[in-house]
């Protein structure tokens, strides 16, 4: 199911979910649960913070629920502790079909561990991320060094995005590589696209062509390549809200 159907279903179901829906529109809304308790609901303002119910099991599973922003595209999310660090890549470039479809929302689960498989401390932790839309990468071919304009990042302005009130209107993106390739990545750490498989990179460059476009240096020792990244102006921010990890 893509994104434009979960959106008619969306539609479908306004009368039915008035209430609900309000929180939409302002905010987004998140949903937080330690399984296999109820589902618990919060907007995503910092003022209200969801607390999971204890499990029986001891489980720290906690249930995110958000709204699909309406782009055709893949969704990186990530969790965030309390000073905004990113402490998790929960998803990563996936597809609709990769969440839990429920009738109004996008339903995922955190474990409440790091990326290095670390349980995490209780406390207050947030989960936002962003839908991208599909980029056209251009092998531009080898040059001998990058532009001096050459920086390490660039800033984006975002879609809006019509179901909520969220106020990132620009995001900075820099250019991330490891064993694979290189990927545009938010200034904080979460991957946000593939730009282009590459082993053995030592270090990338970029710069902003125009409003929609960017240019990328990859530099793996022997030779520097050139790709331009187009399309880098779609792409919509949404936020699941704060909750609490038990």
Known sequence: MNVAKIMRRYRRMKKKYAAILMVFAIGGIAFAQESPSPTETASASPEQTPSPSPSASGSRNVQLRFVPPPMEGTISLGIFDSSDKLVRVLHRESKVD????????????????????????????????YAVGRLKVDDLGKVEAPPNGAVDHVSVKLVTNPLVSDTRSVVDLTVGFDGKGSFLKTMDGLPLATVKEAPNLARVSVEKEGEKAANIWQDDGSSIEHVRVSNIDKMMAFDCGFFELK
């Open 98 to 129: 990769n969440f839990t479809i429920d009738e109004n929302s996008l339903k995922t689960t955190w474990d409440g561990k790091n990326d290095a498989g670390e349980d995490l401390p209780t406390g207050k932790y947030r989960a936002r991320g």
